[in-house]
């Protein structure tokens, strides 16, 4: 499969801080990145995506990094919440329909 | 809208027994998708649809079958479990039209004794 990885699997913030998540990913050829949300118990959730010919896109509170030179990308959120509290996939598209997910960073919001 | 349903929430089988999971949403949605969970990693994708009578295989397709007879189910067979299955299994589906938001089901934790 496509190699889709995190540099970091825990990310201890304080309330009110900002994250930065970040991902590497492997296949120039994906056409999209997207990231997803998941807390404990529950099925992932869509946050946001950016296409390949994108570097930036923002969200509420949250901005999406893409460094195609390095194959990085990042997600940053704004002023953490405990309520962000959960794991956080990249995940990618080399096909159309085939999504890849890397392995995931729980972010631990202190309060 | 109920969004994508899955049944069972938990199922325990024995080696080389056989089990449908359940997988059904609301949305009209010509995508579906069907992965797996295993502890500390990612999801990886088993199978896929495009459409009612269309499946495609993902990244790890042995062992798992999959039809589409309409476009609200997707169900996920597995002939003989092992216990390399054990997993929590996620369905998803999507609408093609609308970028690459996919909406996932609650899971099914499926424990091959």
């Known amino acids: 499969g496509e190699s889709v990885g995190l540099h970091l699997p825990t990310l201890s913030v304080q309330e009110g801080d900002n994250s930065i998540i970040n991902c590497a990913y492997s296949?120039?050829?994906?056409?999209?990145f997207i990231w997803y949300k998941q807390e404990s118990g529950k099925g992932p959730q869509f946050i946001i995506d950016?296409?390949?010919?994108?570097d930036k896109r923002q969200g509420q509170r949250v901005t999406v990094l893409l460094n195609k030179t390095v194959k990085h990308l990042s997600l940053q959120i704004a002023a953490t919440q405990p309520g962000d509290s959960a794991v956080y996939f990249c995940a990618e598209n080399p096909h159309r329909n085939k999504f890849y997910f890397g392995s995931g960073t729980k972010l631990n919001v202190k309060p | 809208n109920a969004g994508v349903t899955q049944t069972p929430k938990f199922q325990v089988l024995k080696t080389g027994q056989s089990m449908t999971l359940q997988c059904a949403q609301d949305?009209?949605?010509?995508?579906m998708s069907w992965y797996r969970q295993d502890p500390g990693m990612g999801l990886r994708l088993i199978h896929y649809?495009?459409?009612?009578?269309?499946?495609d295989q993902g990244e790890v397709p042995n062992g798992y079958n999959v039809s589409r007879s309409t476009t609200e189910d997707f169900p996920l067979r597995l002939l003989s479990a092992a216990p390399s299955q054990t997993s929590v299994y996620f369905c998803?589906?999507?609408?093609?039209?609308?970028?690459?938001?996919?909406?996932f089901g609650p899971g099914t934790r499926l424990t091959v004794t």
């Open positions: 296949n120039s050829a994906s056409d999209y």
């Open positions: 649809s495009v459409g009612a009578g269309i499946t």
């Open positions: 998803a589906s999507r609408d093609e039209d609308r970028d690459n938001e996919q909406y």
């Open positions: 949305m009209n949605h010509e995508y």
């Open positions: 950016i296409r390949s010919n994108m």
